[in-house]
C-alpha cells in the first residue's frame, strides 16, 4: 500500500517552455504532498508544502510565480515549471503523507522523480 | 547548524556482513520523528524504517533497525546480512514542529556500496 505516482519521469524540452509534472496517490487519500528538487549527489531540498484545496507554502527562496503548484484533489498535485531555463534542470520528487498530513506520524511515500533537462 | 548530520559520505561492506549508517540530529521538540530513506541509483526514494521519539523500543523492520540512543541524539541504521541490492544512497530525516506545521528534515545521505 501507499503508492505514489509521479509522471512523467523524464522531460526534455526546449528553454521558454512551461512543464506541469503530476503527482498521485494511487491507494490512500493525501491532504498534504511535498515538492523536492535534488541536484546531483546532493540531499532533497524542500521546496513546498502542498495543501488540499488551499494554497501552497513555499519555502524561502523559491520563486512562486516560477513554481506553481495546485493540489485540486486528496489525491493529486501538480507542479509546473513556468517558462523553464537550463537552470531549472535537475531532478524533481514528490511525496505524501497518508491521512491528515501535518497530524499524521506517517512516513512519507515518495514518487519516482522526474529528471528535467531544459535544453 | 545542521539539523541531520550524516558524517560518512560514502561507506563501502562486505556482502552478508552488517554496516551502521550514523545519523545525528538537532531538535529542541520533545515529540519528533525519525526515518530512514534508500535512494538507489534510478533516483526513487524508499522508505525503510521509523523512529518515535517517544518509543522506547529501537525499530526494526526485517534486515533493518534503528539504534536509537536519544540522550546522545543519534539515531544510525544498521543494515544486517548486506546485500549487493543494498548498494543506494541512504538517507536520514527527521520531522519537527508542532502537530499540523510538521517539518521535514533530510540528511546529506551516505553512499553505501556492498561489495562481493
Known amino acids: 500500500g501507499a503508492v505514489v505516482s509521479q509522471h512523467p519521469s523524464r522531460v526534455i524540452c526546449k528553454s521558454g517552455t512551461s512543464v506541469k509534472i503530476e503527482c498521485r496517490s494511487l491507494?490512500?487519500?493525501?491532504?498534504?504532498m511535498f515538492w523536492y528538487r535534488q541536484f546531483p549527489k546532493q540531499s532533497l531540498m524542500l521546496m513546498a508544502t502542498?495543501?488540499?484545496?488551499?494554497?501552497?507554502?513555499?519555502e524561502q527562496g523559491v520563486e512562486k510565480d516560477k513554481f506553481l503548484i495546485n493540489h485540486a484533489s486528496l489525491t493529486l498535485s501538480t507542479l509546473t515549471v513556468t517558462s523553464a531555463h537550463p537552470e531549472d534542470s535537475s531532478f524533481y520528487i514528490c511525496?505524501?503523507?497518508?491521512?491528515?498530513?501535518?497530524?499524521?506520524?506517517?512516513?512519507?511515500?515518495f514518487g519516482d522523480g522526474t529528471r528535467l533537462s531544459i535544453l | 547548524a545542521q539539523k541531520i548530520t550524516q558524517t560518512q559520505p560514502g561507506m563501502f561492506v562486505q556482502e552478508k556482513e552488517a554496516v551502521t549508517l550514523d545519523c545525528t540530529y538537532d531538535?529542541?521538540?520533545?515529540?519528533?520523528?525519525l526515518f530512514w530513506y534508500k535512494q538507489p541509483s534510478s533516483g526513487e526514494m524508499i522508505f525503510l524504517i521509523y523512529?518515535?521519539?517517544?518509543?522506547?523500543q529501537n525499530a526494526t523492520e526485517g534486515r533493518y533497525s534503528l539504534n536509537f540512543q536519544k540522550a546522545r541524539k543519534s539515531a544510525n541504521l544498521v543494515i544486517s546480512a548486506s546485500q549487493l541490492g543494498d548498494s543506494a544512497m541512504y538517507f536520514c530525516a527527521m520531522r519537527e514542529g508542532p502537530s499540523g506545521t510538521y517539518k521535514y528534515i533530510f540528511g546529506t545521505g551516505t553512499r553505501l556500496k556492498v561489495l562481493a
Open positions: 511525496s505524501a503523507i497518508p491521512g491528515q498530513g501535518s497530524y499524521s506520524n506517517q512516513p512519507q511515500h
Open positions: 502542498s495543501n488540499e484545496g488551499s494554497k501552497a507554502t513555499y
Open positions: 491507494d490512500f487519500q493525501a491532504t498534504t
Open positions: 531538535t529542541s521538540d520533545q515529540s519528533y520523528g
Open positions: 523512529q518515535g521519539s517517544y518509543d522506547e
